[in-house]
């Protein structure tokens, strides 16, 4: 059987049967993502072992675990040992970690690490001999949980559904100019990725209003609403050009479109086969009773396309 690599999103359906009876673990952020992460892998069968990141993790998310626990941010021993304890070998990341937090005052009091937890983090925090990028954090994580046994996986191997198809998602057609405005905005939106700054660009009239860096996608958006209160921008947000797949993937919920009607914005422009769509329904209802057009694209060399999606491997 082909197991998945970090650039898989769409498992086979006997790769998700496998799922039956399994305990899958889940680090669970901020946000809705992690909920709807287990409630698929509970309709597949699956079992849960959730840890809940202190200080971002709905309180809902404990009531779909088979076996539930919370855990600092830096405890990354705690949390492979926690993991193997009850039997998941395979695990996922889901939801946001506020990594301003990790700049407050005091922030590691809070997040104590553990060993692991500290020989993960010395050298990007204390002798600085690496960056502090949001892949080179994560990937430091991942290669911490693989050392000991826990094999990170996209979410999107246990959860496929959520995966944005290509197309007119909700909302009218896009006009000229806002077509123009999505191809510019999503140069900007890759070059911005290749750097591993952020994901999302706000423009209009092909001029950037913001560009997102730690603060997140919805403080860029509002950013943007003060800074051209005319409104009528355009959001783009792609995965990045060398994304890993197995966390950080481009995600989008109701938030996202309260953000974006709170700014002025118009057009919500994604990346199809690799942007998460937290409740799909209730984004596309929120969609369409806020007057906001949300559309899918295929990543053509840099170039957003509208297109029949390719056929996924079995």
């Given amino acids: 059987m082909r197991e998945f690599s970090p650039s898989t999103t769409i498992p086979s359906a006997e790769f998700l049967q496998r799922l039956r009876g399994e305990t899958i673990g889940i680090l669970a952020g901020w946000g809705r993502f992690p909920v709807v992460v287990a409630e698929a892998i509970k309709r597949h069968g699956g079992r849960t072992a959730i840890l809940s990141i202190r200080d971002h993790a709905s309180a809902e998310i404990e009531s779909l675990a088979d076996v539930y626990g919370t855990v600092g941010v830096a405890e990354i021993g705690h949390a492979v040992d926690f993991f193997r304890r009850h039997g998941a070998v395979r695990a996922t990341m889901a939801g946001k970690i506020h990594k301003t937090k990790l700049f407050a005052r005091a922030a590691w009091i809070r997040h104590l690490p553990d060993w692991r937890g500290l020989q993960t983090f010395w050298p990007h925090f204390i002798s600085r001999r690496r960056d502090n990028r949001d892949d080179s954090l994560l990937r430091a994580i991942t290669a911490a949980f693989e050392a000991g046994g826990v094999h990170m996986c996209p979410a999107t191997v246990f959860a496929p559904e959520l995966l944005a198809v290509n197309g007119l998602l909700a909302g009218r057609p ?88 709170a700014a002025g914005a118009r057009v919500l422009a994604i990346e199809a086969g690799r942007t998460i769509l937290v409740d799909a329904d209730q984004l596309t209802d929120c969609a369409v009773r806020s007057g906001l057009t949300i559309a899918s694209f295929f990543d053509n060399d840099g170039t957003p396309q509208l297109q029949s999606a390719p056929s996924a491997a079995a």
């Fill in 174 to 261: 896009l006009t000229a100019t806002e077509m123009a405005d999505v191809a510019f905005g999503w140069r900007l939106a890759k070059q911005l990725g290749q750097l591993d700054i952020g994901q999302t660009v706000v423009v209009k009239n092909r001029a950037p209003m913001a560009l997102e860096a730690i603060e997140g996608t919805d403080d860029c958006i509002r950013r943007a609403g003060r800074l051209c209160a005319s409104g009528g921008m355009v959001v783009v947000k792609v995965a990045k050009p060398q994304q890993d797949l197995r966390f950080d993937m481009p995600t989008i919920g109701v938030g996202t479109l309260q953000s974006l009607r």
